[in-house]
DNA sequence: GGCACATAGTTGACGCCTAAACTATTGATG
DNA sequence: CATCAATAGTTTAGGCGTCAACTATGTGCC
């Protein structure tokens, strides 16, 4: 992998080797692969947004804020949330600006250290999250529809190894 | 599917059949799925996000019009690369207003309809979409190393079937 | 010709998201 | 205990993306 040019160069001299060939249809598939992979989740996503805006006039990050919380009934801490949500703690802090100003979370101050905050779901957080909550789980159900149970099983399994492999080379 | 609120009633009413118990199943396995296929498909998208940044100081949405642009050498309409790119008109305006102002690409006027614009590639522009074409291709193929060709083949089959299913459900 | 309607592209307002700089607090180490 | 690095959270500037309103041009129909 590490040194494509000078491949390039011996497939342009004609001498294309097994190992060639197949290191270049690799590429071709991984790349066709991850535009699909992306297509998917583009489509998907579009779809979940575009309702969750004409039915509950509100927006997939506040949804998945909500759903955390949802989630973790003791609360959670700015950077927690940060992390599960896979965004940046200034986008955290915006979003949970706007959710405690519409009265749908609280920051509870953490007596423990004074520079965190506990974010928790009001009761009025957690009707209004209930109503969404059941209507984007048939959403899904219904987009994920054109494929059967066992194939549903099959690329979960698959899109498990890939996280697995993604995060440890994030890591190093 | 319809019915959900129902479903709900009769689980609580502790009567689960098989056929309710399947239901609720495959609730959480689709959206299990979901999650998993957008936190891959944000991993690799940030990934890919920051070596353009930090190696060609470059972004993403730069990179995949000028990638349509190369793989329609006669240029496309604004249009064209909206569907292609599977974003907005006035994203589009956007993006080719920075690349036109940093000479990559240029805005030919349509003779055939005053309306249109037809966008092509300069010289520079394809030079340095070629430099970054080639790393992109490297990091795509490291980062799906993690599947076996045979793996990758699966889910770009199982994909190919989602996605399709998906754009059938978006056309009704 | 003239009217209505569709289409190509742009603009403006706004939300999401990031990176980087900043404040305040905590904790570890000399 | 004093200092210095790490951590929690916020702020700011800027790019991406959407929708809706807008301009200009094309098209069909009478």
Known sequence: MADLAGKRAMLKAADR????????DEHHQSLKLW????????????????????????TLPRFDLLAQLERHADGLKMSELSQRLMVTGGNVTGITDQLESEGLVVRE?????RRAYTVKLTP?????FARMATAHEEWVVELFAGLYAGEKEQVYRLLAKLKLSLEKEKKK
């Open 17 to 24: 080797s097994d190992l060639e060939t197949r290191m270049s």
């Open 35 to 58: 535009l699909r992979l992306l297509a998917c989740a583009n489509l998907i996503e579009a779809e979940v947004r575009g309702r969750l805006r004409a039915e509950f006039d509100t």
């Open 109 to 113: 101050s953490d007596p423990a250290d």
């Open 124 to 128: 009025a957080g957690r009707r209004a």
